[in-house]
C-alpha cells in the first residue's frame, strides 16, 4: 500500500507556471506507474499524464501536451508535474494516483489503486 500527498498548488495568473509535486510512503514507490489526474467543479475526473515506474516515458493529454511535463525522483519518493503556459481553463483540483498495473487503464481512474487528497489550481485571466 502507498500513501500520496499533493502539494504546490496555488493561485497563478494565465501564462504562468506551477510545480506540483506527489509525495509518496513505502519503499515500493518505484514499483508503481503513477498518474495525474484533474477535476474541475462539476465535470468528471480527467486524466492528464501518466509517467511509467523508470520515469523513461510519459504520456499527456492532447490538452495539457507540450505545456505540462512529469518527471519522477524514485530515490526520493517524488512525482512531478511541472505546468507551463497555465490557461484558465487548466483549474482544477489536481490528483496524483498510483497503479500497479499498466495498459489501456492507466487514461481512466480505474485504472489506478491509491489516490491522494488533491491540491487546488486556480489559474485567473
Known amino acids: 500500500q502507498v500513501q500520496l500527498v499533493e502539494s504546490g498548488g496555488g493561485l497563478v495568473q494565465a501564462g504562468g507556471s506551477l510545480r506540483l509535486s506527489c509525495a509518496a510512503s513505502?519503499?515500493?514507490?518505484?514499483?508503481?506507474?503513477m498518474g495525474w489526474f484533474r477535476q474541475a467543479p462539476g465535470k468528471e475526473r480527467e486524466f492528464v499524464a501518466f509517467i511509467t515506474r523508470s520515469g523513461d516515458t510519459t504520456y499527456y493529454a492532447d490538452s495539457v501536451k507540450g505545456r505540462f511535463t512529469s518527471s519522477r525522483d524514485n530515490a526520493k519518493n517524488t512525482v512531478y508535474l511541472q505546468m507551463n503556459s497555465l490557461k484558465p481553463e487548466d483549474t482544477a483540483v489536481y490528483y496524483c494516483a498510483a497503479a500497479t498495473k499498466s495498459g489501456l487503464g492507466l487514461v481512466s481512474p480505474v485504472g489506478y489503486d491509491y489516490w491522494g487528497q488533491g491540491t487546488q489550481v486556480t489559474v485567473s485571466s
Open positions: 513505502g519503499r515500493t514507490f518505484s514499483s508503481y506507474i
